[in-house]
């Protein structure tokens, strides 16, 4: 039973360029989390989705930040024309559809993102 | 809004000793729940205990366990006959209406 699977693990970009973060949930959840971690702090939460809605993106910076959920296929985080700030570990996470509260979240490996 | 508290930056425990890591939270949910994360040197997020805010019991898992004092709305986590693979950092989280996180403790288990 596969747990929550990203890709790529590592993602190197060079300032200006785009990154793409994926993420596949764990079989049989419908809901997906990302967080981002920069360096030495905790996880900050960016954006909350279900298939084909955004729920909830209060964490997810105006500009450049972007995310999907779509019917088919893994949850991207997309980042365009990246900056050194961006550079962290994005986490994906997953929870079953049948509640958030009381339903612990399953953690993906993360994706480090380096902008060189 | 939700915010969470964990106020030792580092800690450090002997080989098969007992050490407690401390949480504190903020949260106007009615019903919440709490939990602890271990973050190991791979960056793999572990959960490690999870705790209903509604019950009075405190949550153990083997050599885990918490105080959780509603009132005081704390959260602390005790590790008992620490391990040298308890290493890690320990994030505490609460959730609401999404989970958050306290900025975490870093664990040094010494030999």
């Known amino acids: 039973n596969a747990g929550v699977m990203q890709n790529p693990r590592h993602l190197v970009r060079r300032r200006g360029q785009e990154a793409r973060l994926r993420c596949s949930p764990m079989?049989?959840?419908?809901?997906v989390y990302w967080y981002r971690q920069l360096p030495e702090e905790g996880l900050k939460f960016m954006v909350y989705?279900?298939?084909?809605?955004?729920?909830?993106e209060s964490g997810m910076p105006k500009e450049r930040f972007s995310a999907e959920f779509p019917k088919e296929g893994p949850s991207i985080l997309r980042i365009q024309q990246v900056v050194r700030g961006d550079s962290a570990a994005y986490f994906c996470?997953?929870?079953?559809?049948?509640?958030?509260?009381?339903?612990?979240?399953?953690f993906g490996n993360g994706t480090r993102l380096t902008v060189t | 809004a939700q915010t969470v508290t964990q106020s030792q930056p580092e800690m450090s425990v002997q080989e098969a000793e007992t050490v407690t890591l401390s949480c504190t939270y903020d949260?106007?949910?009615?019903?919440?729940?709490l939990f602890w994360y271990k973050q190991p040197p791979s960056r793999q997020m572990i959960l490690v205990i999870r705790?209903?805010?509604?019950?009075?019991q405190n949550a153990t898992e083997n050599r885990f366990s918490v105080n959780f004092q509603k009132a005081a709305k704390s959260f602390s986590l005790k590790i008992s006959d620490s391990q040298l693979g308890d290493a890690a950092m320990y994030f505490c989280?609460?959730?609401?209406?999404?989970?958050?996180f306290g900025e975490g403790t870093q664990l040094t288990v010494n030999p």
């Open positions: 996470a997953s929870s079953p559809a049948r509640g958030r509260n009381n339903s612990p979240l399953h």
């Open positions: 079989k049989g959840h419908s809901h």
């Open positions: 989705l279900q298939k084909e809605n955004i729920i909830d």
């Open positions: 949260t106007s949910e009615s019903d919440y729940y």
């Open positions: 705790q209903e805010a509604y019950k009075q």
């Open positions: 989280a609460a959730s609401g209406s999404r989970l958050t």
